[in-house]
C-alpha cells in the first residue's frame, strides 16, 4: 500500500518544484528604510514652534475651504 502512495507524492513534489521553475523570481530587495543622515536640530514633539521660524504654525495648511 505504501508504493501506492509513494508514487504519486514524489510526481506531486516534482511537478511542483517544475511549476515553481517557471515562475519569474522575485527582484532583491531594495536598500532602505533610509534615515536622514543628519538630525533636524529641532528634534521635540512640538509642531506648532519651530526654533528656525519666526512665526509660530497656524490654521493655514489645515483650513478647509
Not at 508514487?7 to 532602505?32: D, N, R
Amino acid at each position: 500500500m505504501r508504493p501506492r502512495l509513494l508514487v504519486p507524492a514524489v510526481v506531486l513534489v516534482l511537478a511542483a518544484g517544475a511549476w515553481a521553475a517557471s515562475l519569474a523570481p522575485t527582484p532583491e530587495q531594495t536598500t532602505g528604510p533610509f534615515y536622514p543622515s543628519v538630525l533636524p536640530e529641532d528634534r521635540d514633539a512640538d509642531l506648532i514652534v519651530i526654533s528656525t521660524m519666526s512665526k509660530r504654525a497656524g490654521p493655514g495648511a489645515l483650513s478647509r475651504p
